[in-house]
């Protein structure tokens, strides 16, 4: 399927500086198809968090009576009622925002602290690497769901907690490939040109070493937001997330307990996963299609 | 690098893990909001004597660094304390959570590799076509489901739909058992939901990663001369192709256990499945700390043993790494 491709002379010989990104990488990227659903599935959902803040200024609670638990999907409630009696359709909408300030925040933390990981180990080596890395290695190694769930538990379940616990716990894989990246980029003519007059380290990771990690950086910030969603709805479900605020997981947390699955009570049980699968998928789909787009730039080189 | 320096490196990073995790441990669980000992009693205020006489039997009189060497002793002679609220020893309960977490994960895990392997050689022998692609946006729509949600759905379609199939637990509840054969058969019956589940929501990296492998070595040199020599395609597919596309699949079937056993908790909470991701579920919910502390551990260290298995075992399956 794959044409064969000629060998060609290696790399930029000048020493110049290519840029990371080519021009019009935004507008192809735009035109594909996985970029187009998965930004609509966005926006969907920024829309449905804002509409729910609008529509819960009253409250969600609509009072309990045994008439109104788990009533099926009607005209008065569009998704029915929960084991409270509660608006389905409204606690969904309500959710949707603690699924992104927590997947936003906990990816900010995972990023910042991946990236930076990542830029000095590679760039200094040397104690410094040994040290990062063999500590990025081991947070590799152990799993994930338990770490994050042990942590919980000990921290706490506040929104903020809640963010550095998942942010802190996700930084590893970003930390491994942003290092491989630097110490290729390092060698490379226009960084040994500015070491070699003298130009500080600081500035070089900065001005140099920085715009050409970007790209990588972003198609895994939106990779990592995708795992980080997953983690606080897990979490939630477990009844280990967030309390005082409405979340699909603490709704599909509810639900569990309740015995709305078995009640066969699907208004409750389908719609909070559905809304995170879609949510995660629309941002895979995006992260997917940028690493396409800039994977063929890599075997150019 | 040489066999004996690469092993020893290896172990050696297995070491430093496994000390951080431990330490950690040690740390993470005495930075505990609250008093310990109230937390052990939990009687709210004792008399001094009583939390002083609390206080020795745990060793937390000493300095910080006798109570962690305290501590890993503890660890290493299995003298692991007993629970807060069942007052069972910890051991026992882990091991016995151990246990059938393991029988869990085993059917499921044999069932996920075969499965998602198959669907990738389907895949990427057809790559490009509309077949290819298909696979391929499913496997990422499997990815991105919760796998608890995923379990609460299968609950909710054999409870109410498809009456029948066991939705809880491990055996049914306070069953006699003429033969050994029928336990067998009732957990068999336990099990099936619960694989099920596991199965799809973790098919997709075996799948992606086998399909873009095969991708990879149906395009390289020894396969085209394999045509040329005028073999069959299904032989050139499965005697020279599948094996070597093989290799990247057996590293990430021992990388990825820590990533099963994370599914496996949600899947065992869902369903009731006495296991490790149960017992881990109630000591956090009932603040059960020796429990939740002795239960991390122990995933922890199936999983560094398994990162270790597979960077011994690789070698022997790939010659061009050991020459390295």
Request: proline share 5%.
């Amino acid at each position: 399927m794959t044409t064969v491709v000629l060998s060609q002379p290696p790399g930029p010989v000048t020493g110049e500086q290519t840029p990371a990104v080519e021009r019009g990488t935004l507008a192809r990227l735009a035109r594909r198809r996985m970029v187009q659903i998965g930004v609509g599935g966005l926006g969907l959902f920024v829309v449905l968090a804002i509409a729910g803040q609008l529509l819960t200024v009253n409250g969600i609670a609509t009072g309990s009576t045994a008439a109104s638990i788990f009533n099926p999907p009607s005209l008065q409630h569009l998704m029915g009622t929960d084991e409270l009696g509660r608006d389905v359709l409204t606690e969904l909408s309500a959710g949707a925002l603690v699924s992104l300030i927590v997947g936003i925040a906990a990816t900010a933390i995972a990023v910042v602290v991946g990236t930076l990981v990542g830029l000095l180990a590679g760039f200094f080596r040397g104690w410094l690497e040994v040290v990062l890395m063999r500590f990025t290695d081991a947070m590799l190694t152990v799993p994930s769901l338990p770490l994050i769930i042990v942590l919980a538990a000990v921290v706490g379940q506040g929104l903020g907690q809640i963010v550095l616990v998942i942010g802190l716990t996700s930084w590893a894989g970003m930390a491994r490939l942003i290092r491989s990246e630097v110490l290729s980029l390092r060698e490379r003519a226009f960084v040994l040109r500015a070491r070699s007059v003298g130009v500080p380290p600081l500035r070089i990771m900065r001005v140099h070493l920085l715009p050409q990690i970007l790209p990588l950086v972003i198609a895994n910030t939106v990779l990592i937001s995708a795992a980080a969603i997953l983690a606080e709805a897990t979490l939630s479900f477990l009844g280990l997330g967030v309390h005082t605020r409405p979340s699909w997981g603490l709704m599909l947390n509810n639900a569990f307990k309740s015995g709305a699955a078995g009640r066969g009570a699907f208004w409750y049980v389908l719609p909070p996963g559905l809304c995170i699968a879609i949510l995660v998928l629309s941002l895979s789909f995006i992260g997917h299609a940028i690493n396409e787009e800039l994977s063929p730039r890599r075997q150019r080189q | 690098m040489t066999t004996a320096s690469r092993i020893s490196s290896r172990i050696g990073q297995t070491v430093l893990t496994l000390f951080i995790v431990v330490t950690f441990n040690f740390w993470l669980f005495r930075l505990l909001p609250g008093n310990f000992t109230q937390l052990l009693s939990r009687a709210g205020a004792l008399d001094p004597a009583a939390v002083a006489s609390l206080k020795q039997s745990f060793g937390l009189d000493k300095s910080p660094v006798e109570q962690y060497v305290l501590y890993i002793k503890n660890l290493v002679t299995f003298n692991w304390g007993t629970s807060y609220v069942s007052h069972q020893p910890v051991f026992q309960m882990v091991f016995q959570a151990l246990v059938n977490t393991i029988v869990l994960i085993t059917v499921a895990y044999i069932l996920t590799v075969i499965i998602g392997v198959a669907l990738g050689v389907f895949a990427g022998r057809r790559a490009g076509r509309l077949a290819d692609s298909v696979t391929v946006t499913t496997s990422l729509a499997l990815w991105s489901v919760p796998t608890f949600w995923l379990g609460l759905v299968l609950v909710f379609i054999f409870s109410v739909w498809f009456v029948g199939l066991p939705v809880s637990g491990m055996t049914t509840y306070a069953a006699t058992y003429s033969t050994p054969f029928d336990q067998v058969v009732d957990i068999g019956l336990h099990l099936i939901l619960p694989t099920i589940t596991l199965v799809i929501s973790s098919i997709a990296q075996y799948t992606l990663i086998m399909r873009n492998s095969l991708v990879t070595v149906l395009d390289e040199d020894y396969v085209t001369t394999a045509r040329a020599k005028g073999l069959s395609s299904r032989r050139v597919l499965w005697r020279h192709a599948v094996p070597n596309a093989l290799l990247p699949t057996f590293t990430l079937t021992w990388l990825n256990i820590g990533i099963f056993l994370s599914t496996t908790l949600q899947v065992e909470v869902v369903f009731s499945w006495p296991g490790l991701g149960s017992l881990i579920f109630q000591s956090v919910n009932q603040r059960d700390y020796p429990v939740l502390e002795v239960s991390f551990l122990t995933i922890a260290v199936v999983v560094i043993a398994a990162n270790l298995l597979n960077d011994l075992l690789y070698p022997l399956l790939d010659p061009r790494i050991a020459r390295r």
